[in-house]
């Protein structure tokens, strides 16, 4: 017993020992003070120099890309110069690829929804989805041409500056202009903002074959209610219709298969059946009527009209099932 408490009284007084340590680090602390002096003032006036000159310089570049920005409160009282001029055509052209990334992907979207959703169409709920289809198609469509709104602005104000046309109330009049633009679109028919639009046409034509095959669909103007300013002198153009899309090869007179498409004529065939008919050099197109020389070089594919010719061969398929179970019937 006395041994432990012998321990615990050693165990105090090297605790009691410690701050001896401190006190050393503290004046190697001092020394190293007392060091400091010793630089030549020169050593430290560089320093101080170095310093000034680097903090002055990131204000500078600071300054300078703050010049560089176009100081949207200053716009009314700051005529526009060339280089922001250029600003705005780049603006335009942000919002002109916006538009045709819309164009390129999403109507796509759609135009192979529709004719998806017409094949499994039955009965009034499928009939009132279409229609909500072709709401938002057109939907898509007025999103697309207020993007062109604003583009039209922009470049238009661009097209001035370069002119050297002083414009020094820049936000009044792109504003004013902007509502220009959209409320003219917003102020045209239905079938001046949807007949013509090739997207659009192509949508229906879709919906159309699948719903009554082998029937050429009626213009575009069929599926699109007049209104009041619809009786101009260019109502013809809107006529977009009277077609029906043929699936069958020229050169197999069956369903295309891995369908090529002439680039000079448009015409497509089945890819085995048109390189074999081009494999010993040019030839006069085989599609009825056409006299366009083509080469194998001149094929591309078309992975779009592939997907509809089988499509195609799906519904003929279920056709001719639906004829054999008739006839079936019938003999029973």
């Known amino acids: 017993m006395p041994a432990v408490t012998t321990g615990r009284r050693r165990t105090r007084r090297e ?15 001092d020394d190293q003070e007392e060091e400091q002096p010793r630089r030549s003032a020169k050593s430290v006036k560089k320093e101080k120099l170095t310093a000034k000159i680097e903090v002055d310089a990131d204000n500078e570049d600071d300054d300078q ?3 560089g920005q176009i100081d949207v409160r200053n716009f009314k009282d700051q005529p526009l110069d060339e280089k922001n001029g250029r600003k705005l055509g780049g603006l335009a052209t942000d919002w002109a690829t916006m538009a045709q990334t819309l164009n390129a992907s999403g109507f796509s979207i759609f135009k192979e929804l529709g004719p998806s959703m017409a094949e499994v169409a039955d009965g ?31 470049d238009d104000l661009q097209q001035l500056v370069l002119q050297n046309e002083k414009i020094d109330n820049v936000i009044e009049r792109y504003e004013e202009q902007l509502a220009v633009n959209i409320n003219a679109y917003k102020n045209k028919t239905s079938r001046q903002k949807y007949g ?7 949508f229906k034509q879709r919906i159309f074959e699948v719903q009554q095959p082998d029937t050429a669909m009626p213009p575009i103007s069929d599926f699109i209610a007049k209104e009041d300013g619809d009786d101009s002198d260019d109502d013809d153009e809107i006529e977009v219709g009277g077609m029906t899309q043929d699936y069958k090869c020229p050169l197999t007179l069956t369903i295309l298969v891995s369908p090529l498409t002439a680039k000079p004529c448009h015409h497509s065939f089945s890819a085995a059946a048109i390189r074999e008919y081009l494999k010993t050099g040019p030839k006069t197109c085989p599609a009825a009527g056409c006299r366009q020389t083509i080469t194998v070089k001149d094929l591309e594919e078309d992975k779009d009209l592939e997907r509809r010719a089988k499509a195609a061969a799906r519904r003929e398929a279920r056709r001719e099932d639906d004829e054999d179970s ?4 019938v003999v029973e």
Do not use: F
Not at 16 to 29: G, I, M, R, S, W
Not at 132 to 153: A, F, H, Q, S, V
């Open 124 to 154: 009034e709920e499928s009939g009132k989805t279409l229609i909500d289809l072709d709401i938002t198609m057109r939907g898509l469509i007025d999103l697309e041409n207020e993007m062109r709104c604003y583009e039209k602005t922009l």
């Open 326 to 329: 008739d006839a079936e019937e």
């Open 196 to 202: 013509k639009h090739k997207e659009y046409a192509d």
């Open 15 to 29: 605790a009691t020992e410690e701050p001896v340590v401190e006190d050393h680090a503290d004046e190697q602390e």
């Open 65 to 67: 890309e703050v010049a």
